[in-house]
Each structure stands twice: as C-alpha cells, then as structure tokens.
C-alpha cells in the first residue's frame, strides 16, 4: 500500500500567473513539498473570477492529489452567480490556512480539497500547512504580500467554521442591499 503522497500534487489557483494569489501558492508549495517530501504544482486556471479552477477541482477525484488555493476578496461567488456550477459548501472541505488580508477588506485565503478526501491525506496536508506557516520565513514572505498569517495552527474544522460565517455573513449583505445574482 503507498503512502500519501506518492506523486505529485497540484494546487490550483484561479487567478493568472503574477497574481498575489499565485506568490501565495508557490510560497507554500514550496514549503508544505518540503514537509510532504512530494512536488507540489501550481496550476493557473483563471476565468471567470476564479470560478474555472474551482470548478474543475470540485470535479476532480478526492484523492489529495488536487487542491484549491480559494480567495476572497468578494462576496462568495455562488451567493452573486447563478450559473455556477459548484457549491463550495457541499463540494469542498478545508484543509487549512486562513490568510487574512491586511490591506483589503475582508479578504481571505484558504486551501480546500474535493469533498471525500481520505482523512489521511488531509492530516497530512494540513500538518504541511500549519508547519509551512510556523516559518518565520513564509510569515515574513506572506506579510509583504498584505496577509496576515494565523497566530496559531488552524485545523480544517476551524477553517470550515470560518468559511460559514463568511458566507452567511455576506450572503445576508447581498439580501440586505438587494443585490441579485449575475447571470
């Protein structure tokens, strides 16, 4: 039986390459390969607003092997797009790492996988994770891109709880000013 992980992994960003969200995911690549003793990838798939590459993650096989670096700088995008494809909710778990911006309002960064992960593979991812962010290195690399790094290790359910209260939170903003759903 192999060990998790036994090839590489992809990260995918929806955003072009250069893209603050694109420093973030080579950053911990980097550092979470090091800790997983496994490439990570950093595949850019960006259109419509990120959508495209999550998308294609919560359709791919929840094995590990395919991840999503989320940002938020907006509302969540299925509360404003009614043609969108996935529900983040139901179709993504978190694996770790709430980045909150420091000079955008309300913007965050998380990592999530395709919803049936194996427990293994995400403990050990989010182990990669929390060790990558306990570098003072990655702290002071992720600071000067405008983030604020957690002062202690998240776990996926913390992440998750996180992600809720955001969604509920803006989703009722959107109902509050009226706000309807692009098409």
């Known amino acids: ?46 259109a419509v607003a990120g959508n495209i590459g999550a998308d294609s993650v919560a359709k791919s096989s929840p094995d590990g092997y395919t991840l999503y670096l989320a940002i938020r700088p907006i509302p969540p995008h299925e509360a404003i797009r009614e043609h969108i494809e996935y529900d983040l909710s139901r179709e993504f778990v978190p694996v770790g790492t709430i980045l909150k911006s420091n000079t955008q309002a309300h913007g965050w960064c998380a990592v999530l996988a395709p919803e049936g992960v194996p427990a293994d593979a995400l403990n050990r991812l989010t182990h990669g994770i929390n060790s990558a962010l306990s570098s003072n290195d990655v702290c002071d690399k992720l600071a000067r891109l405008g983030f604020d790094v957690p002062p202690a290790a998240n776990t996926p359910e913390m992440v998750g709880d996180f992600l809720e209260e955001d969604t509920r939170k803006w989703t009722g903003i959107l109902a509050t000013h009226q706000i309807l759903g692009l098409q």
């Open 1 to 46: 039986m192999n060990v998790y992980p036994d090839r590489p992994i992809t990260l995918v960003v929806g955003l072009p390459p250069g893209d603050t969200s694109d420093a973030i995911a080579h950053e911990l690549a980097l550092h979470i390969s090091q800790q997983l003793g496994q490439k990570i990838i950093v595949e850019n798939r960006s």
